[in-house]
Structures are given as structure tokens and as C-alpha cells.
């Protein structure tokens, strides 16, 4: 567990010991404060409305901290930094939501398949590499302007433009994607925490037609006008010309912004 997700939780267990302590308190001003009396405000604590809407809340609040935790994880993985970074100005401008996150992983797990954890594990070497020479001046934009690190880009962006060939049907379908939160929180590889029952059962976020064409616009945005070495590198490692491999996606999007002018 990080730093943040310690704090989170000790967050919790503070508020819990702090509303015990109002309750042996309230029964201290008419008694003297002994184990008996501490037992009796046990167990009124264990039944009191209150408990329960601080379990309630608790619950909200660490399912909210463990989804926290497990993106915090997943941006530290470079794989999936490589891909968040085109979206970077988007979300530090507030323009795109960083709750749609997880969902944006899963739809590249989803497109990717198996051939996600190979570009992940591609992605982990270029890192060590990178890094060997002098942690101290490593840096993330030396990573992102690697000719390896851009080849696993491009290998995914092509990859997510030939699943958009039926365009407004998966436009659709990522939209969706992105509004609704899983139900579960995943905290390991076969542990889950649901979410609390009296939550709503899909918890739109703010992502629509707008935010789409954004954010797809910003992925693919140095495919448009690459630049000559960068169309060169290209066309030499996947065999057709940036124009030829994303212009119908690129024709596509064109059309449906056009649509709301």
C-alpha cells in the first residue's frame, strides 16, 4: 500500500475511535469512568445509528481510496503512462474527468488482449534501460521521445483505429465505457470490494460525444501531421503511411464533429 492509501486509512479508523470516544464521554459525565461503564459504551456504540451510517460511509470512503490506490498503481506502470500521456494537458485542464481512468485502461486491455502484457513488458525494458545509466536523471519525457517506447504507441494506436472501423457503433460503445463505474473495486488479482448497496447501480460519469472527440483527438493527434521523421520511422516499422493507416478514423471523427457545428 502507498503513502496516500496509508493516510486514507488511517483517516478511517480515526473517525470510528473518535465517535466511540463522544460515547464514553457522554456516559463518563454520569458515572465514573471504570471497565463496566467502558464495556456498556462498547456495546451501545456496536448498536447506535450512528455506527452504522459511519460503517456505510466508511465503506464508500475506502472503496473510493482502493479504486484511488489501484489507478495510482496503474500510472506508475509505464505501459500505461506511455498511453495516458497524450491526454495529459486534457486532464490537467480539467477538460476530461482522471475518474475515467480505469475504464480507459480496461477498454486497452479489451482492444489489446494478451498483447497488452508483451507491449507492457516491452515497455518495462525500455524503462530499465532508460533508467541504468543514472536514476537520478531519468525523466519521463526521455521515455515518451524513445523510438521504442513510440513504436508501442503506434503499434496501439493502429490497433484501436481497426477496432473503430464501425465507427458510431463503437463510438457508442466506448462512450458507455467510459460513463459507467464498475461495480467492484478490484484490490488484487482475485479479490474484490463491491460497491455499498445503497449506491446508485450506475454511476454516470461525465463523458459524452464531446469528451469523446477530445480525447481521441488528443491520442491521435501526432498521427495527423507527423513529422517527416516521424512518418519515415513509421511507415518503415508497420509498412504503410501514417495518412493511409488512421485517414478513414481520422475522416470519421471529422464527420462527427461537423455534426454539432
Not at 465503506?59 to 506502470?77: G, N, P, T, V
Not at 488482449?113 to 532508460?130: E, M
Amino acid at each position: 500500500m502507498s503513502v496516500e492509501g496509508r493516510a486514507e486509512m488511517r483517516r478511517v479508523v480515526e473517525r470510528l475511535l473518535t465517535a466511540f470516544l463522544r460515547e464514553v464521554e457522554t456516559k463518563a459525565r454520569s458515572a465514573p469512568l471504570d471497565i463496566r461503564l467502558l464495556n456498556s459504551s462498547r456495546q451501545s456504540f456496536l448498536s447506535s445509528p450512528e455506527l452504522n451510517g459511519l460503517l456505510t460511509e466508511a465503506h464508500r470512503f475506502l472503496l473510493d481510496a482502493a479504486e484511488k490506490e489501484l489507478i495510482r498503481q496503474k500510472r506508475r506502470d509505464p505501459f500505461n503512462r506511455l498511453l495516458t500521456h497524450p491526454l495529459s494537458d486534457l486532464f490537467s485542464e480539467g477538460r476530461l474527468s482522471r475518474d475515467i481512468l480505469a475504464s480507459y485502461f480496461s477498454f486497452l486491455h479489451l482492444v489489446l488482449g494478451d498483447t497488452r502484457d508483451v507491449l507492457a513488458s516491452r515497455c518495462a525494458h525500455i524503462l530499465d534501460d532508460l533508467r541504468a545509466p543514472d536514476p537520478l536523471v531519468f525523466s519521463w519525457d526521455s521515455f515518451y521521445a524513445d523510438p521504442r517506447a513510440r513504436q508501442v504507441l503506434w503499434t496501439v494506436l493502429i490497433r484501436i483505429a481497426e477496432s473503430f472501423r464501425r465507427f458510431e457503433i463503437r463510438r457508442d460503445w466506448f462512450i458507455g465505457l467510459m460513463q459507467n463505474r464498475p461495480q467492484a473495486v478490484s484490490l488484487g488479482s482475485h479479490s474484490f470490494m463491491p460497491r455499498p448497496s445503497g449506491a446508485p447501480p450506475d454511476e454516470i460519469l461525465p463523458f459524452g460525444r464531446e469528451e469523446f472527440l477530445l480525447m481521441f483527438n488528443a491520442l491521435f493527434a501526432d498521427m495527423r501531421d507527423p513529422s517527416a521523421g516521424e512518418a519515415r520511422a513509421f511507415e518503415r516499422d508497420f509498412g504503410v503511411a501514417p495518412a493511409r493507416a488512421f485517414g478513414a478514423l481520422f475522416a470519421a471523427l471529422d464527420e462527427d464533429a461537423a455534426l454539432d457545428r
